[in-house]
């Protein structure tokens, strides 16, 4: 390459070097010294010697989220055709109509784009104004968990350490803004009043954006993501509610991300066992079965066992919890029974003809794909 090289004044750019010098060491020792002394110091977590993030590159934390979630990008112009949203590129444009080249003219037109008034009439034919109203509560509770999972997962942003968890986070951030404001259509599109939050999820979310550090992370992709991750396995093959199974599968990462972080940067023994810890987890989960009993009368509408939902949630949370190294002030083989004890009792005192059983062993997740996604995350504790 030919470049026409201009005279530059040699003395001028040494004394500019040299003032750089000067300044630079000035800046980054008060700055170290400030931060020492925990008075503030250099504000970013960022090491621009290194050219990384604190804690280094962590790749592999990297290839499991940012890469995976990249290759797992879903549009919702071609995954909800009847919304607004206009996300999907010129080159992916063209590989759809390559790929409806191909189908028959049944997979067509199940694929035929569909407009907005064409799919609420759809609804309206495949639910009862009863049902409609159940499946827009029971979505409710997750639209509004979204906005917070939205908040949250942008706050651990600043809380994690390295370039790949960073990079993880920021995919989650991303799918979380597009959960809010995908399923917001989808549940606006039933033309049924979306209840406000109900005292139990507004509890349980605020609990999660006021934890401390990494207990955000026990609150929201530990907790919260599981009960999201079961309402979705639950409706994903109801009719219309297609594109849950994509939300199914983002929540799968976004459950698994404190675990592949904590490989990485594990948790001390006093940070996963102090007494005040973990109470502080029980104190931020309890809010969570008054949540799923409140959803009784909804659940019933569609033909599903409260009781059967919140063991199956339950089961599935402890269990990410105690692998993450979330410990509770009892163990898991001891606290399920606990409410197992609690379900039965209420049961009784609300059912006729009661008889006790064993609802942690139960399982409301329908679709072989969903089913197999969870026994990855949730091994033993999926449903078999
Ligand atoms: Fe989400
Ligand atoms: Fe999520």
């Not at 080249?101 to 199940?110: L, P, Y």
């Not at 606006?188 to 609990?207: K, M, N, S, T």
């Amino acid at each position: 390459m030919h470049f026409e090289k201009l005279p530059v004044n040699e003395r001028a750019a040494q004394i500019n070097r040299d003032v750089e010098r000067v300044v630079n060491r000035a800046v980054r020792t008060y700055d170290a010294v400030m931060g020492k002394l925990g008075l503030g110091g250099r504000r970013a977590a960022y090491d621009d010697e290194a050219y990384e993030f604190v804690g280094g590159a962590k790749d592999n934390l990297r290839k499991k989220h940012y890469d995976k979630s990249l290759r797992l990008l879903w549009k919702a112009e071609h995954a909800a055709p009847w919304t607004t949203f206009k996300d999907a590129g010129e080159a992916e444009k063209a590989l759809m109509n390559v790929a409806e080249r191909g189908m028959s003219e049944a997979e067509k037109s199940a694929r035929a784009k569909i407009s907005s008034k064409e799919f609420k009439a759809a609804l309206d034919r495949e639910y009862t104004p009863a049902q409609k109203k159940a499946l827009v509560t029971i979505l409710s509770k997750i639209g509004h968990g979204e906005a917070y999972a939205w908040l949250v997962s942008a706050s651990m942003l600043n809380e994690v350490k390295s370039t790949g968890a960073r990079a993880a986070v920021t995919m989650q951030v991303m799918e979380e803004a597009k959960h809010f404001v995908v399923l917001r259509e989808l549940i606006q599109a039933f033309d049924v009043e979306i209840p406000r939050q109900a005292a139990w999820d507004y509890l349980l979310l605020e609990g999660c954006l006021r934890a401390k550090g990494f207990n955000r992370f026990f609150g929201m992709n530990v907790l919260v993501e599981t009960i999201a991750l079961s309402i979705f396995g639950l409706l994903s093959d109801k009719p219309g509610l297609e594109v849950l199974r994509l939300f199914h599968l983002d929540e799968s990462r976004h459950t698994a991300l404190p675990d592949n972080y904590f490989r990485e940067f594990p948790m001390t023994e006093w940070q996963k066992r102090n007494p005040a810890a973990r109470m502080s987890r029980l104190m931020m989960s309890l809010p969570a079965v008054p949540l799923v009993l409140y959803l009784e009368p909804e659940l019933a509408e569609l033909g599903v066992d409260v009781f059967e939902f919140a063991g199956s949630v339950l089961r599935k949370a402890v269990h990410l919890a105690e692998r993450s190294g979330f410990l509770m002030p009892l163990p898991g083989s001891e606290l399920l029974p606990v409410f197992n004890a609690i379900f039965n009792a209420y049961c009784s005192a609300t059912r006729p003809n009661h008889v006790f059983r064993n609802y942690m062993a139960a399982d409301t997740t329908h679709g072989a794909a969903e089913a197999a996604i969870e026994r990855e995350i949730f091994g033993s504790a999926a449903a078999a």
